[in-house]
C-alpha cells in the first residue's frame, strides 16, 4: 500500500458553458456529499476550459468545496505580446492548483514536443501548481509492441535535467491515443504494464523516493465500469477522465473507488 493520495481528476476538454460549468460542480459537489465522500482519501479535480474557470472558482469559494480545479494547457510566456495565450500567474490567480500538459490532443492538433511540453511543466511547478504530464501512444505503435519505450522516451525527453525532488512533485497521466474517446479502454493489465514501467523508469532515474512519491494516473475512456479494476492496480494511483466526468453521478461514484 502506497501513502500515494489517489486523484480522480475530470478533462472536460472543450464542453460546457459557463452555466453548464456552474450545474456540474454543484451536482458533483452533492453527489460526493451524499456518498459521504472523503476528500484526503482521494483528491477530486476538475479541468474546464479557460473559460469556464472563474465560474468554478466563484463556486468553490462560495460554497467551501474541497474540490479543486485546474487548466488544460499553459503558455510557456509570462506575458506580454502572445495573442491567445494564458499565463501560470492568470491561473494561479484563479485558485488553479493543477495544469495539463502535453494531452496527445495537443501533441497532435498543435504540434507540441516532448520539449515544449516539458517547459510548460516546468513553468507550472515555478509558479506553484501541479503539473499534470500526459503521456501515451498511438495504435500503430501498441500494435508495433515497443509502446512501453515509446511512453518511456515521451516522459525522459518531457523531464531532461529535472531534480529528484521536483519530479516528486508532479503527475503522470499514461492515455493510450487508441483508448480516448473510442469506448475501447485499456485492460487493466495493459494500463498496470505501462504504469508500471514508468514507476520503474523513474526508479531508475530519480531514485526510489521519487518513484514511490509520484502519482501516476490512467486515462482513456475510464467509467465507473471499470475503474474499480483500475485503481486496484499497484501502478494506477488515479484517473484523468475525459467523457464520463461531464455527469455528476458517474464522475463522483468513481472518485468512490480508491483502493
Ligand atoms: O483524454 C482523456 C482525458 O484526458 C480521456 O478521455 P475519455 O475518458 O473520454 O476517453
Given at each position: 500500500m502506497s501513502n500515494r493520495t489517489p486523484l480522480m481528476a475530470g478533462n472536460w476538454k472543450m464542453n460546457l458553458d459557463h452555466l453548464e460549468a456552474n450545474h456540474l460542480v454543484q451536482g458533483l459537489a452533492m453527489a460526493l456529499s451524499d456518498a459521504g465522500h472523503d476528500y484526503s482519501k482521494c483528491e477530486v479535480l476538475v479541468i474546464p476550459p479557460f473559460t469556464d474557470i472563474r465560474t468554478v472558482q466563484t463556486i468553490v469559494e462560495a460554497d467551501s468545496l474541497d474540490i479543486k480545479y485546474g487548466a488544460q494547457d499553459v503558455s510557456i510566456h509570462d506575458n506580454g505580446a502572445y495573442t491567445g495565450e494564458i499565463s501560470t500567474a492568470m491561473l494561479t490567480k484563479l485558485g488553479c492548483s493543477y495544469v495539463v500538459m502535453g494531452h496527445s490532443e495537443r501533441r497532435e492538433y498543435h504540434n507540441e514536443s516532448d520539449?515544449?511540453?516539458?517547459?510548460?511543466?516546468?513553468?507550472?511547478?515555478?509558479?506553484?501548481?501541479?503539473?499534470?504530464?500526459?503521456?501515451?501512444?498511438?495504435?500503430?505503435?501498441?500494435?508495433?509492441?515497443?509502446?512501453?519505450?515509446?511512453?518511456?522516451?515521451?516522459?525522459?525527453?518531457?523531464?531532461?535535467?529535472?531534480?529528484?525532488?521536483?519530479?516528486?512533485?508532479?503527475?503522470?497521466?499514461?492515455?493510450?491515443?487508441?483508448?480516448?474517446?473510442?469506448?475501447?479502454?485499456?485492460?487493466?493489465?495493459?494500463?498496470?504494464?505501462?504504469?508500471?514501467?514508468?514507476?520503474?523508469?523513474?526508479?531508475?532515474?530519480?531514485?526510489?523516493?521519487?518513484?514511490?512519491?509520484?502519482?501516476?494516473?490512467?486515462?482513456?475512456?475510464?467509467?465507473?465500469?471499470?475503474?474499480?479494476?483500475?485503481?486496484?492496480?499497484?501502478?494506477?494511483?488515479?484517473?484523468?477522465?475525459?467523457?464520463?466526468?461531464?455527469?455528476?453521478?458517474?464522475?463522483?461514484?468513481?472518485?468512490?473507488?480508491?483502493?
Open positions: 520539449e515544449l511540453v516539458g517547459a510548460k511543466a516546468r513553468k507550472v511547478l515555478d509558479a506553484g501548481m501541479t503539473p499534470i504530464l500526459c503521456c501515451g501512444e498511438a495504435l500503430e505503435v501498441r500494435k508495433a509492441g515497443t509502446h512501453v519505450d515509446f511512453v518511456l522516451g515521451q516522459i525522459r525527453a518531457a523531464l531532461a535535467g529535472w531534480s529528484a525532488e521536483d519530479v516528486a512533485k508532479i503527475v503522470i497521466a499514461y492515455e493510450p491515443i487508441w483508448a480516448i474517446g473510442t469506448g475501447e479502454t485499456a485492460t487493466a493489465d495493459d494500463a498496470q504494464e505501462v504504469c508500471g514501467a514508468i514507476r520503474e523508469a523513474l526508479r531508475a532515474d530519480f531514485g526510489d523516493a521519487t518513484a514511490d512519491a509520484t502519482r501516476i494516473l490512467y486515462g482513456g475512456s475510464a467509467k465507473p465500469a471499470n475503474i474499480k479494476e483500475l485503481m486496484a492496480q499497484p501502478d494506477i494511483d488515479g484517473a484523468l477522465v475525459g467523457g464520463a466526468s461531464l455527469k455528476a453521478d458517474s464522475f463522483a461514484q468513481m472518485a468512490g473507488f480508491y483502493a
